[in-house]
């Protein structure tokens, strides 16, 4: 037998990010690498990010703890 849960119906919105490549601004928007969709929400607890696609269950970001998100010593090798 289902249950029926109250849900609160959320409006999702695109998310862009805005990179400084090489000193020139640029910017690009997420899409779903499963279904192509283009608009996202952010969970309650803002731990992940997720499609809003009616049949996609797609979680596209997971928030990192603060002790595991120092990008400090990231580096990049570009070929």
Not at 18 to 28: H, I, R
Not at 56 to 77: F, G, N, R, Y
């Amino acid at each position: 037998m289902s249950r029926k849960l109250k849900a609160q119906v959320v409006d999702g919105r695109p998310i862009i990010f805005d990179f400084d490549v090489g000193g020139q601004a640029l910017s690009y928007e997420m899409v779903c690498s499963k279904c192509e969709n283009k608009t996202f929400v952010i969970s309650i607890d803002k731990t992940r990010i997720a499609c809003t696609a009616t049949d996609c269950h797609a979680v596209i970001c997971v928030q990192l703890p603060s002790t595991e998100s120092d990008m400090s010593e990231v580096t990049w090798k570009l070929s």
